[in-house]
């Protein structure tokens, strides 16, 4: 959904951890774990049928007193970013928006950390996400995530707030140059609290309307690597366990795993501090393939070939393809030219109403791990064709099937040869991100319920327009 980010920073004048037993293979009794919700979005109307858009989104609270934020985990981006009361735009005016004034444990801060100086200057940053755009100033304050079942923490009091630090007056500097020190001893309560941590972050003055109006949720936590960050206090990844929002053995502290559900018998969730071998299939281990280019901050990871139906093609044979995986986006995402070679190789015709099963498949070699994608994980009903067959009097008992991919073209540093593993791999694997080293781990997910089909909602709305 947020495929991939330019970052460029302005600077601008706005006037003891505890060791844990451990239960399982891979997940210590000190991990955190957080509820997911999906939210489907329809995008725009195409040759009869409605591109939808998916992003998971869980709870969690900043300041003190907690204030209450829906935020997408991205694996994409390196920043938690929140709305703020300064933002006005119609985007932030729809959401949540943080009241920095209402946060006796936050402080205004430049990007390495330090307290805004008296003359009010500040550093700030703007973010780049797809078509949309995000300018923020930073904020340190406590970060608290929630399970499902916890209730929140005493929310802040809906008092009058008409700034996140940058207006002036004698009160304000009183409350901007307030030390890193004095923080730390406001924040003291929450330092051992599980699931909370004190970190930097973004506090949006301004957001694009398109796309984040649309957006069920409020913000945004980044989930990349530390060089997608402005600083490793930035990163929940890198920073949450050395303020112990969870805890555990060393070599599983920067390590998380993400379950994405494909029924309402089951719940998404991800889980920091290691994974769950509950979510694997019964026998089967994680699969580890390193990250490659980890001074991009991106999950990346290689792949040494491709197969379509049964055919090994030599897309990848000169060593370059790669593969990023991203919870922010819903496809499977391509270059064209690779589109325009597996596609082909991947359309079908179902004997039944759904595109279901799992020939043909798209084969993804990767390092120590093969993905195998099947019209259950990547194809939906060709509704074009499938009018045309109406229309005609056709009816042979047939569904026209084809792969669902989104073709993206990324530009450097990556390779010409990257796809983007979104929505699809992560339902059909359960999948462990640890950045220590950096590496990313596969083993086939266990579901109450099998999944019946890539879109059987949007088949099923579909099917009632063509009629």
């Not at 340190?140 to 929140?152: S, T």
């Not at 920091?272 to 694997?280: A, D, L, P, R, V």
């Not at 699969?287 to 001074?295: G, H, M």
Request: net charge negative; hydrophobic share 35%; with cysteine.
């Amino acid at each position: 959904m947020f495929h991939f980010r330019v970052v460029c920073l302005a600077i601008a004048n706005l006037g003891s951890l505890a060791m844990a037993a451990v239960y399982g293979d891979g997940v210590s009794i000190g991990s955190f774990t957080v509820r997911l919700h999906k939210q489907t979005m329809p995008l725009h109307r195409q040759n009869g049928f409605v591109q939808h858009k998916s992003a998971y989104y869980g709870k969690l609270q900043v300041g003190t007193p907690g204030q209450p934020f829906n935020v997408v985990f991205d694996t994409g981006s390196g920043h938690l970013v929140v709305p703020s009361t300064m933002c006005r735009t119609k985007s932030c005016q729809m959401h949540k928006r943080y009241r920095r004034r209402a946060s006796k444990t936050a402080t205004d801060v430049e990007t390495d950390g330090s307290p805004i100086g008296q003359d009010g200057s500040r550093d700030q940053l703007t973010v780049s996400f797809g078509t949309g755009e995000i300018t923020g100033v930073f904020v340190h304050d406590v970060v608290c995530m929630q399970k499902e079942e916890e209730q929140p923490r005493l929310l802040a009091s809906d008092a009058s707030d008409d700034s996140s630090g940058a207006s002036s007056g004698t009160s304000m500097l009183q409350k901007s140059m307030r030390t890193t020190s004095s923080f730390a001893n406001e924040a003291e309560g929450h330092q051992n609290e599980h699931g909370c941590l004190r970190m930097r972050f973004i506090n949006a003055i301004e957001m694009t309307d398109e796309p984040f109006e649309k957006f069920g949720f409020d913000g945004i936590m980044g989930l990349g690597l530390t060089a997608l960050s402005q600083a490793p206090e930035f990163n929940l990844v890198q920073f949450g366990a050395n303020d112990g929002a969870w805890y555990g053995d060393d070599y599983r502290l920067k390590m998380f795993g993400v379950f994405l559900a494909v029924s309402s018998l089951e719940h998404s969730e991800i889980t920091f501090g290691g994974y769950k071998q509950e979510h694997i299939v019964a026998g089967e281990q994680i699969s580890w393939c390193k990250a490659y280019d980890p001074e991009h901050g991106h999950w990346q990871i290689g792949v040494k070939s491709i197969t379509a139906n049964g055919e090994r093609l030599s897309y990848c044979d000169d060593g370059t393809c790669r593969a990023v995986v991203d919870t922010g986006t819903s496809l499977l995402g391509v270059p064209k030219d690779f589109g325009r070679l597996t596609i082909p190789r991947l359309r079908h015709n179902s004997l039944s109403g759904e595109c279901s099963g799992n020939l043909p498949a798209l084969e993804i070699e990767l390092e120590h791990f093969t993905l195998v994608l099947g019209p259950t994980d990547i194809a939906r009903p060709d509704f074009v064709k499938l009018a045309q067959k109406q229309k005609a009097g056709i009816d042979d008992g047939t569904t026209p099937c084809m792969p669902m991919m989104m073709f993206m073209d990324l530009p450097a540093p990556f390779s010409p040869k990257t796809l983007v593993l979104g929505e699809p791999v992560l339902q059909k694997y359960y999948t462990v991100f640890d950045a220590l080293p950096p590496q990313v781990g596969f083993g086939t997910a266990q579901h109450i319920k099998p999944k019946l089909s890539a879109s059987t909602t949007e088949h099923n709305v579909n099917q009632q327009q063509l009629r």
